[in-house]
């Protein structure tokens, strides 16, 4: 039986996608609800399945080509699946075949080290990178972006964590990480300085009476941001599982677009990747983001004495035009203290 493919329906914030990839080529087999094709918006990479058994008989929409909602994008023969191929492929070479295919790797090994190449490769950037570079741009352009910093001595949290983790971890079944621990310390300072999780809309300042709380995950098709709604309702506990959740789904191409609308608040964490010291871009309509950084043992001076701590900078980029100056450094004060009494956050 014969079945037309159709992309899915987007949601009403999304007007197209982009078809990523085949998962499937064309004449080949696949059973109910295997991945077929990837197709990319702006915001998640959206997952074409199989419908039953059988055979992907006809693309109709290459791979970068734009498709809209509902529209057919291929054919799929329902039946059994020939398995005369598969069968054929897991037969092992023979002996003779193997030590002619080694003889053949060694000789393209020799080319391939007697020259240096100098070969470059043109892709087309991704719906997804796309975007993020165009609302990068639009940011820098349209804000009066600063960046205000202060370091924070992660010892007590570290300390905390050692002493308490095991019993943590059996308690709920997730790890004590470092996230919890910032994202509770934001929402409570967030209390204190309201503006800071407001938001710009045209001529107005939208004041938000809760807190939703982005945490910005890297994955290979580029930066997403999911939310933790009502953040401050959470205990680190429920905090670091939404995390966990959110952060698989994103690495798998699973996050749904509306987890990642909306949000008050940004946390960034390049500390993961090394970074010592940066300035995060705004998430707008955001007025403001949090950048965490790698945690480095440094000389610092503690009761008039040189000790060694291990010490992580802080920076709150932040719409001028929104915050002052002094607001933002108060918040990264507030900030800094909450994190060096974790006691009191957990």
Not at 200 to 218: L, P, R
Not at 283 to 304: C, F, S, W, Y
């Amino acid at each position: 039986m014969s079945t037309k493919i159709k992309s899915p329906t987007y949601p009403e914030s999304v007007e197209d996608g982009v078809i990523a990839k085949w998962v499937v080529k064309e004449g080949q087999d696949a059973k109910q609800d295997d991945v077929i094709a990837e197709i990319e918006t702006d915001k998640v990479v959206i997952e074409v399945v199989a419908p039953n058994d059988g055979t992907l008989t006809k693309i109709i929409k290459d791979e970068g080509e734009v498709v809209i909602s509902g529209e057919l994008i291929a054919e799929f023969e329902s039946g059994e699946i020939a398995l005369e191929n598969k069968k054929n492929e897991t037969k092992k070479p023979n002996k003779t075949s193997k030590k002619l295919e080694s003889n053949t790797k060694k000789k393209v090994t020799k080319k391939r080290t007697s020259k240096s190449k100098r070969e470059e490769k043109r892709v087309p950037m991704s719906r997804i990178r796309k975007t993020v570079a165009d609302r990068l741009v639009n940011v820098q352009q349209e804000t009066a972006m600063l960046t205000t910093f202060n370091e924070v001595d992660m010892f007590p949290i570290m300390q905390l964590r050692e002493k308490e983790g095991d019993e943590f971890h059996k308690k709920n079944d997730i790890k004590l990480g470092f996230m919890g621990f910032f994202v509770t310390a934001s929402v409570r300072a967030l209390d204190k300085f309201p503006q800071i999780n407001a938001s710009i809309d045209g001529q107005d300042i939208v004041y938000h009476g809760y807190k939703d709380i982005g945490v910005a995950v890297s994955t290979e098709r580029g930066l997403v941001v999911p939310i933790i709604r009502d953040a401050d309702l959470l205990s680190i506990a429920e905090i670091e599982k939404e995390i966990s959740n959110y952060a698989n789904d994103a690495h798998k191409g699973k996050l749904s677009i509306e987890s990642m609308q909306g949000g008050t608040f940004t946390i960034s964490n390049g500390g993961i990747f090394g970074s010592l010291l940066s300035t995060p871009i705004l998430n707008a309509p955001q007025t403001a983001i949090l950048g965490m950084h790698k945690i480095e043992k440094r000389a610092v001076v503690e009761n008039d004495k040189i000790v060694i701590k291990p010490m992580m900078y802080l920076a709150l980029s932040y719409d001028h035009r929104m915050i002052d100056g002094k607001e933002a450094v108060s918040f990264l004060v507030d900030l800094k203290e909450s994190l060096e009494s974790p006691d009191l956050l957990l």
